[in-house]
């Protein structure tokens, strides 16, 4: 079955070897084709809904999965909505603006692409998303700037989840796994600024 929600043109070929590569442009500028990156795909029916947005995250770049602010958002750790769907990569950084949102992958060594489920959500897709304790090791791993009190008061984390729903000893197993004495000062900043 072929998965009509993000295609690429390699699956277009693969089905029809003679289809002419110009039809994405047309079909593009009619209006009845999203681009999501060079070479991917959409039908403006599924850029509506909303689990999609994550969805094409995982498609149009991997490996990925869905980790840092988007991750902890989802999770209503944090209070604000974030727009940007924000991505942990063993690629390199990078990020596309389309017309179904904006999508940044930040980049970590491939032993590290560790700690996401595989959540289901519609037509038996699955969305590979970071839990919620490797998103706050990834957030600390990839943003230094959380090297202080204030800046960690400003992230405003839920601290009923800090306190009730995170899985403290799997949070300090993820940040034994970075080996990284930085990430080992900021997480334990994160512990003394939430009274944890």
Not at 132 to 151: C, M, S
């Amino acid at each position: 079955m072929y998965d009509l929600a993000c295609f690429n043109v390699n699956q277009v070929y693969a089905w029809e070897p003679g289809f002419d590569r110009n039809n994405f442009v047309r079909w593009t500028k009619k209006g009845l084709l999203i681009r999501l990156r060079q070479g991917y795909y959409t039908f403006p029916e599924y850029s509506e809904k909303s689990d999609f947005i994550m969805y094409f995250a995982n498609r149009i770049y991997r490996p990925s999965y869905i980790s840092l602010h988007r991750a902890l958002a989802f999770y209503g750790m944090i209070p604000e909505a974030v727009i940007q769907v924000t991505s942990v990569t063993s690629l390199k950084t990078a990020s596309f603006r389309n017309d179904v949102g904006e999508y940044v992958y930040k980049s970590v060594q491939a032993e590290l692409m560790f700690g996401y489920d595989l959540k289901p959500f519609a037509q038996g897709q699955t969305i590979q998303l970071a839990r919620p304790e490797k998103a706050l090791v990834d957030l600390l791993y990839l943003y230094p700037f959380y090297n202080t009190r204030q800046a960690l008061e400003d992230l405003r984390l839920d601290e009923d989840f800090l306190q009730s729903d995170l899985d403290h000893s799997l949070l300090k197993e993820y940040t034994l796994r970075f080996n990284n004495k930085a990430l080992d000062k900021r997480v334990q900043l994160l512990y003394i600024t939430y009274n944890l």
